[in-house]
């Protein structure tokens, strides 16, 4: 099993629609969690942070579930600047170094 | 600006060759890894570096080798290069656990 796993997607939405993206980790000593966008022949870039109270962005919700070891990303009011793949980020201390594990990552793509 | 700087952008070498991939933050970072990104794949661990003089494998080492002389700098070589290393290379950084992961932007790399 894979230590973070995401809907690899496509997801093709219309403008204006909510979407959201799902990932789960196994490892429940994991301490810190992100989402990131990546564009195409780019480097990934943070998008937000993740916590178990829940977190607002704009048009962008996430939500970390400790318990079932998942956190979520609801993009609502879909633009088309919103194509892109989003990475699920994991992070623990593990044998003397911050460890990051990376979901494969969730593409989404946003048309007229 | 404060950041991941990452050279080359793009090379192409021809099998056997080598070259090395030159990675420098000046955020006082301690955590520095090296990441390939190969189609569907998502983001695979190469090396990583917990602090100044400190190395050691990730889920993917084959093939290359790596030195942090310093703080800042920490560099990816590949002594003698295969076409299975044609890949997209990214170097990042992080301070702690509860911190953003910078990325530079990337380096394309062809081997024919």
């Known amino acids: 099993r894979k230590e973070v796993e995401q809907d690899p997607g496509p997801f093709n939405v219309p403008e204006g629609a909510t979407v959201a993206f799902n990932c789960t980790y196994s490892?429940?000593?994991?301490?810190?969690f992100f989402w990131y966008r990546q564009d195409c022949r780019k480097e990934p870039k943070l998008l937000m942070s993740?916590?178990?109270s829940g977190n607002e962005d704009g048009r962008f919700t996430a939500q970390l579930n400790r318990a079932s070891q998942y956190i979520s990303l609801l993009i609502r009011d879909s633009k088309l600047s919103d194509s892109a793949t989003y990475l699920c980020?994991?992070?623990?201390?593990?044998?003397?170094?911050?460890?990051?594990?990376f979901g494969a990552g969730t593409r989404l793509a946003v048309h007229p | 600006n404060a950041g991941v700087t990452q050279t080359p952008k793009f090379q192409v070498l021809k099998t056997g060759q080598s070259m090395t991939l030159q990675c420098a933050q000046d955020?006082?970072?301690?955590?520095m890894y090296w990441y390939r990104q190969d189609p569907g794949m998502g983001l695979r661990l190469i090396y990583y570096?917990?602090?100044?003089?400190?190395?050691d494998k990730g889920e993917v080492p084959n093939g290359y080798n790596v030195s942090r002389l310093n703080k800042r700098e920490f560099s990816l070589r590949l002594e003698s290069a295969a076409p299975s290393q044609t890949s997209v290379y990214f170097c990042?950084?992080?301070?702690?656990?509860?911190?953003?992961?910078?990325f530079g932007e990337g380096s394309w790399l062809t081997v024919v």
């Open positions: 980020v994991v992070i623990f201390f593990s044998g003397g170094y911050n460890k990051l594990i």
């Open positions: 490892n429940s000593a994991s301490q810190s």
């Open positions: 993740v916590y178990s």
């Open positions: 955020m006082n970072h301690n955590s």
């Open positions: 570096s917990a602090s100044e003089g400190t190395t």
């Open positions: 990042a950084s992080i301070a702690s656990v509860g911190n953003t992961i910078y």
